[in-house]
DNA sequence: TAGATTGTTAATCGATTAACAATC
DNA sequence: TAGATTGTTAATCGATTAACAATC
């Protein structure tokens, strides 16, 4: 409907679908905004006003079909397209990523890097681990998602690359703030949420 | 020296420190709230309102010293006080997190747990990992903050054990949402960034 | 001192909530 | 039909930005 839509809604639209991922499980088929901002503790009127965004999905005097109301959002973000992800990263973290992803269809990984030598050559779950020059050959053309689960001192050079790849997204967790014109970013800095967590420890109620 | 901070601030504190410790590593001692809000694309004003929330830690005429005030913030934080740290789950992804809490003085792992026979007994990093029970009875008293790298499916029965403990803060990466009463939790979705991303690359700009 | 930059108040902007007519 | 609940507009609330006097 709207063409521009903030952030913070977006945002809040994974947590939407997981709540209703959930209710389907329950067998539940139908919800209305009241129950569903009380199963999640927010107001009805931020669930209709966020949905709306995108179309009217519900119908009046009945509230929303779970099950449609979850291909909807599904759609909308577009995670039930097919991406071809690369891994530049395949230590621990790395690892429980490609495991993770394994799980959802619509994320397919087809290619890994790593830079220690007794990687190199080695699978993980049925794929190659390839060496850096390998590896940037694929990057111009062979994905659209890159995830990042490396230390940041080893990225140096990675933006040059990206330049010429066909790259549109990066899942970034190597600590840094990566920002290249034209490449969707999400920085993923797992420790901020410890330390807003440590606030919050010290500082009760 | 306000009571209530709000939460938009409070996540905005992490970001801050990086950004000055990454100025402190280039030897930069002092900077102003403009140059800073140039690198971290912010306005110098929200810098200057956030940091007032906590009190006056720049200097008319002068700007902030980058030493002094990363010592502030994590002052605020309370991430250079020192934590003991449980976690339950030692996978991949658990096994990450205890590898970069390592190079972190402040979060002190004292016990690990997992269900799986193989790894019970088993020591990371040189602390053995325990079964559930002697871990639930470590719960009780033994720290401070707990993390969970476990699938959801296996938390069931740990809201009880929870009440009778001294755990503050619970860093939870099982995918699900925890809520209990008088602790902090800071429920960690990884995979709604990623989703969020892919919103973003489908809407380009 | 003059210039720079803070701390803080006031103005603006945007996001959230409330209200209600439309309608299933 | 009557009741329920949406879609949507209007009101409120809070967060961000602008402005400027205080002051180093």
Redesign the interface.
Known sequence: MNTYVS?AV??R???Y??YLLKLKKQGITRISSKELGEIMDVTASQIRQDLNHFGGFGQQGYGYSVEDLIERLED????N?S?KVGVIGC???G???I??LKQ?PS?KIVALCDNRPDMIGTEIDGIKVDDKATFQKKMKTDF??LILTLPAANIEGLEEDLKDSKI????NFSMTEIDVKGI???N???????????????H?E
Do not use: A, E
């Not at 909308?76 to 995670?79: E, L, P, S, T, Y």
């Open positions: 952030d977006i945002r639209l994974p947590r679908r997981r909308i973000m577009g995670i397209k991406y230590g621990r973290l690892q429980s990523m495991n993770y959802d994320y659209d998602i549109k997204g990066i899942w969707h970013t999400s993923v800095h797992l420790f901020d949420s410890l330390y807003s967590l440590s606030y919050y420890i010290n009760p």
